[in-house]
């Protein structure tokens, strides 16, 4: 079904080439990407041109798809009707082996989302993209960019360096909660380790579909750490991590928790009650049965009507013509999908309406 | 949910008025040399001077984590003689066969055999497994069954071992790890499909295995209790690879089982699966159906360690889903995660899926059987 006045809270700018960020960036940077004739910072674990990464009627010829800003508009914004949208930019920075060009593009992508998107439309929300290569970086480009509360979220790639919960990570979910500003996980990686515990797959496809080893490896690393413990004012937000997969993973982390608790002590609650309380999970791709029926009950296996945002994923391809919502998600979870959801989840959204 | 309620969840059922089939039994070596007498003097002095030399982070242990019992075991499944855990045929027979009444159990060892990089000391290793079940096992107790382990990373000598043992009555399948060195539907592994199509014996996937990759795809969490359940992607991870390779379509007679990898994740694998394939299907010509229906076609579940879902009627809304045909009972004896047949599957169900579950699935499935 479509939705109107909904809080669109995935879509895709896409930077179509490192010399619209040259702006942005230092001498010593725009010269080392001029003079040594870089670019194409495309990650590979969201292929450009691959049939997911634009939906074929919202493809601009060769163009990268979501750099066309009109056509963004047209599309995700008037089109599905939202009266907000949260821009999500998967790009070089977030991705880079080394640290210091992480942090540039990253800083480079923030200003040129702030200049060009969201100063052309006053519906458009935005993430900030940090360098997680490095945290200290990481929280010094957060707190340069925080001031401007248009920015919701703090944006990376579910399958980074090492694991989430480690303390390496900790001052970025510092900087986070006391800036008011979730952690959005997207799907992605920054291929450090093999998409799957077996190796490199085959096909692009292989490795997209594998997003879930990292997205439930993550969310466990951040329960057995303890992270939620630490900073019990976190939230996480699964962004195109799939939606079905929750239930089954739930129960089994309450099984394991309640055999093996004593080696983590501090995770003092039932790892479902940790999810329900801090996580949300984008609902596009839903992933689910062809069936409605089926899906209603996978989605009220989840056990709170608090955890999906309704979200378009514009322009990657999850779904045809306008319909966001498959048929199958209960009634009563519209509006809160849709509203409720989002303005919880996203704190800054709130203070905008008010 | 009040006290009686609670009770009334977690009382067990008397499980089964027939014999069942046990598809996960561990045996163990008596002791670390327990298959020098199978091997070449070559490779007790090798093993010897050099170990196992599997992609280990530590010289004389398997596993990098700390497993959360000694061996692994239920604490009360070692037998009075002190021998370890799933060693001792007389103990597994009074405290695991007897005790539950139980027609067949698959024995599946993990003692290394194929986790070590060094591919000829392997295959030696899985001929020398493969030799000393039957002698300390299978010979000895017909309830029980082997399983031909291979050294997977040479299909050469891997398709020559099936082919020695796959009609030989102690064996009813091939044993792979969830965790190989490469996808498991690459080509290079493909001579092994064949062999087991051709000798119309089934493959199951034990979790764990040679695999040198980190557990997730962000490297290697800290603690067991991660560890634990992440290691269930492998088997997400192996179905996905044979599917989207094209193993099923070339191999159609080819029958797999996931072991040990629990089954709430299979419908929604399903369900991705064929979202996106919809889409990239012209990256994988060798996928030339919905994926989910190869995974209905050509794959099997074990039930251990089973999902306990918040209300039993989910559990069974998963066993619907998957198919009852496709779900075989396993206990993990004698691991700590066990799961009882009077216990573990606690939901409706009628007489005949009852003994789908506990005993005609398993039955139809696994060679020499009968």
Known sequence: MSITDAIDCDIHPGVPTIKVLLPYMSDYWREAFIARGQDGFQPASYLPNSPISCRPDWRDGDAIAGSNFDLLQKHALDGFGSRFAICNVLYGGSFSISETMAAAICAAVN?????????????????????????????????????DRRFVQILMPVALDMMLGKEHYWPIFEAAVRHSLPIGLHAGSLYRYAPTTNGWPSHFLQDYVGNNHAFESQLLSLISQGVFVKFPDLKVVLIESGVTWLPGFLWRSRKTWRAVRPEVPWVNESPIDIVRRHVRLTAQPMDGPADPAVLERVINQIGSDDMLLFASDYPHWQFDGDRVLPDGIPSRLIEKMARDNPLATYPRLQETIQ | MNALEQIIEHTGEPQTNFRFIDCDIHPALKHKKALYPYIEQRWRDHLDTYGGLAHSVYATRG?????????????????????????????????????????????????????TRNTDLSAALCTATNDWQIDEFTSREKRLKASIHICAEDAELAVAEI????????????????????????????????????????????????????????????YYIEDHQVLTHSAHAQVTSMILEGVFEVYPKVRVVMIEAGFAWVPSLGWRLDNHWRKMRNETPLCKRPPSEYLKQNVWFTTQPAEEPEHREDLRLLFDLIGFDRMMFATDYPHWDYDDPKRAILMPMSEAERRMLFHDNAFSFYANLD
């Open chain 1, 111 to 147: 200003d040129w989302v702030k200049a060009e998107w969201l100063a052309r439309d006053p519906r458009l929300r935005a993430s900030i993209v940090v360098p997680t290569q490095n945290p200290r970086l990481a929280v010094e480009e957060i707190e340069r960019i925080a001031g």
């Open chain 2, 163 to 222: 082919d020695r043992r796959a009609q030989n009555r102690n064996f009813a399948q091939i044993q792979l790890g969830s965790r190989s060195v490469e996808p498991i539907g690459r080509k290079r592994y493909w001579p092994i499909f064949e062999a087991a199509q051709r000798n119309d014996i089934p493959i199951g996937f034990h979790v764990g295995g040679p695999s040198p990759y980190a557990p997730s795809p962000s490297g290697w969490p800290d």
């Open chain 2, 63 to 115: 596993g990098p984590y700390p497993r959360f019992t000694p061996e692994t075991a239920r604490r009360d499944a070692w037998p009075p003689n002190g021998s370890p855990p799933g060693s001792d045929l007389e103990f597994m027979q009074t405290q695991h066969l007897d005790a539950h009444d139980i027609r067949f159990g698959i024995l599946q060892p993990i003692v290394g055999a194929n986790n």
